[in-house]
């Protein structure tokens, strides 16, 4: 109930019960104080003044309320605009307000100042950071693309077998630092806002074929039946077929690195309300309580899985979770019901104009 119905009832309440009463007892004493009829007439005036003053008494009374009403709810927008866009508006108050709503006003603008100036602060010092990302891995990558192609061409002279295996083991571990640094390339390019999109639309089944055709080969080398659920005729989704595309390999490579032998992976794939949701489900080693809301942090690996799986850098999930959400969509997991493993589901909008 909004404060001034409240203080309108209190105040009619009030009121109405003081000028009855008082009406009552004046009624009784003009009675024994006037004769005949002729105190109608006395309680009739004395009426006429009651009411003369319960209108000049109300419209004070309101006065009163506007006063404390109207700061209360400026207070109130103020609120809500910063919580939703995280902007102050001035909160204007009068020397008629109450003493304790300037106070609170003063709290309250005091309070979203130092918000806004810790929000800056942490853009600032993120801006920084991902600007020093994108610095050191450019200029890691020109150095890393010569050493490679030294190493090819290396590869190509007269070697013995021992040389030949250090050389190919060296060039190995230059691709797997080429690839980190353009990982770091794409985060800095995500965290400022240039990472470019172009939606399409995406084909699921044909996609998620694609993707398993791709990771057949590693899966039979690690012992994972990776499979394909049977689907319902699905809509396309409207996505950046690449990214999308990036986003499930790592989803799918992921639950086979993180599967024992013998295991299961399986991709699942439904339309619901107005997206696709698209699940990957394996029977690994699955995520701990304590990790869970790690996850998805930069460089993050749960120790279960740095045991399992020496290498990895703890950045696919990130990257993925930020596409996702680019696309209007989002990435979760869940601990499977029945049985060890893990389910992450990623969700993307249809496109609208082919599902109609
Ligand atoms: P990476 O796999 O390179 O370590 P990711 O960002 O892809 O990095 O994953 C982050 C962490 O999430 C992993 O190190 C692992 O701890 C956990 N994780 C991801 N997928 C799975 C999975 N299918 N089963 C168990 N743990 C997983």
Same mark, same amino acid.
């Given at each position: 109930?909004?404060?001034?119905?409240?203080?309108?009832i209190?105040? *009619?309440?009030?009121?109405?019960?003081a000028?009855?009463?008082?009406?009552?007892?004046?009624?009784?004493?003009?009675?024994?104080?006037?004769?005949?009829?002729?105190?109608?007439?006395?309680? #009739?005036?004395?009426?006429?003044?009651?009411? *003369?003053?319960?209108?000049?008494? =109300?419209?004070? #009374? #309101?006065?009163?309320?506007?006063?404390?009403?109207?700061p209360?709810?400026?207070?109130?927008?103020?609120?809500?605009?910063?919580?939703?866009? &995280?902007?102050?508006i001035?909160?204007?108050?009068?020397?008629?307000?109450?003493?304790?709503?300037?106070?609170?006003?003063g709290? #309250?603008?005091?309070?979203a100042?130092?918000?806004?100036?810790?929000? /800056?602060?942490?853009?600032?010092?993120s801006?920084?950071?991902?600007?020093?990302?994108?610095?050191?891995?450019?200029? +890691?990558?020109?150095?890393?693309?010569?050493?490679?192609?030294?190493?090819?061409? +290396?590869?190509?002279?007269?070697?013995n077998?021992?040389?030949?295996?250090?050389?190919?083991?060296?060039n190995?571990?230059?691709?797997? +630092?080429?690839?980190?640094?353009?990982?770091?390339?794409?985060?800095?390019?995500?965290?400022?806002?240039?990472?470019?999109?172009?939606?399409?639309?995406v084909?699921?089944?044909a996609l998620?074929?694609e993707i398993?055709?791709?990771?057949?080969?590693a899966?039979?080398? /690690?012992?994972?039946? *990776?499979?394909?659920?049977?689907?319902q005729p699905?809509?396309?989704? /409207?996505?950046?077929?690449?990214?999308?595309?990036?986003? *499930?390999?790592?989803?799918?490579?992921?639950?086979?690195?993180?599967?024992p032998?013998?295991?299961?992976?399986?991709?699942?794939?439904?339309?619901?309300?107005?997206?696709?949701?698209?699940?990957?489900?394996d029977?690994?080693?699955?995520?701990s309580?304590?990790?869970?809301?790690?996850?998805?942090?930069?460089?993050?690996?749960?120790?279960?899985?740095?045991?399992?799986?020496?290498?990895?850098?703890g950045?696919?999930?990130?990257?993925? /979770?930020?596409?996702?959400?680019?696309? =209007?969509?989002?990435?979760?997991?869940?601990?499977?019901?029945? &049985?060890?493993?893990?389910?992450?589901?990623?969700?993307?909008?249809?496109?609208?104009?082919?599902?109609?």
């Amino acid at each position: 109930m909004p404060l001034w119905l409240l203080f309108t009832i209190a105040f *009619l309440a009030l009121a109405f019960g003081a000028v009855a009463t008082v009406g009552y007892f004046t009624t009784i004493v003009l009675k024994t104080l006037v004769s005949g009829t002729a105190y109608i007439d006395a309680a #009739f005036q004395a009426g006429i003044i009651a009411i *003369l003053l319960l209108i000049v008494i =109300g419209s004070l #009374f #309101f006065a009163l309320v506007r006063i404390v009403v109207r700061p209360i709810r400026r207070l109130t927008n103020a609120v809500q605009a910063f919580s939703e866009h &995280g902007q102050m508006i001035p909160v204007l108050t009068s020397s008629y307000t109450p003493i304790e709503i300037t106070q609170l006003v003063g709290s #309250f603008s005091t309070l979203a100042a130092s918000v806004e100036a810790v929000h /800056r602060r942490d853009t600032e010092v993120s801006r920084v950071k991902s600007d020093f990302i994108s610095t050191a891995a450019h200029q +890691l990558r020109t150095p890393l693309t010569g050493i490679r192609w030294s190493l090819e061409a +290396l590869q190509k002279s007269q070697l013995n077998q021992e040389q030949m295996a250090l050389i190919a083991s060296a060039n190995d571990k230059i691709k797997d +630092l080429v690839a980190i640094v353009s990982t770091l390339l794409d985060i800095s390019s995500i965290e400022s806002g240039k990472y470019r999109y172009t939606f399409v639309a995406v084909d699921v089944p044909a996609l998620l074929t694609e993707i398993v055709n791709d990771f057949m080969p590693a899966a039979t080398q /690690r012992k994972v039946a *990776l499979s394909i659920d049977p689907m319902q005729p699905l809509p396309p989704m /409207r996505a950046d077929r690449e990214r999308i595309k990036w986003v *499930l390999n790592n989803l799918v490579d992921n639950a086979i690195n993180y599967t024992p032998e013998g295991g299961t992976v399986r991709l699942i794939a439904e339309a619901s309300a107005g997206r696709i949701l698209i699940r990957v489900r394996d029977t690994g080693i699955g995520i701990s309580q304590q990790d869970r809301n790690n996850i998805f942090e930069r460089f993050y690996r749960a120790p279960n899985a740095i045991a399992k799986q020496n290498a990895g850098n703890g950045l696919g999930l990130y990257i993925a /979770r930020t596409i996702a959400k680019d696309h =209007g969509g989002d990435l979760n997991f869940a601990a499977n019901d029945h &049985g060890p493993g893990t389910t992450f589901a990623l969700s993307v909008p249809v496109e609208i104009s082919r599902s109609r």
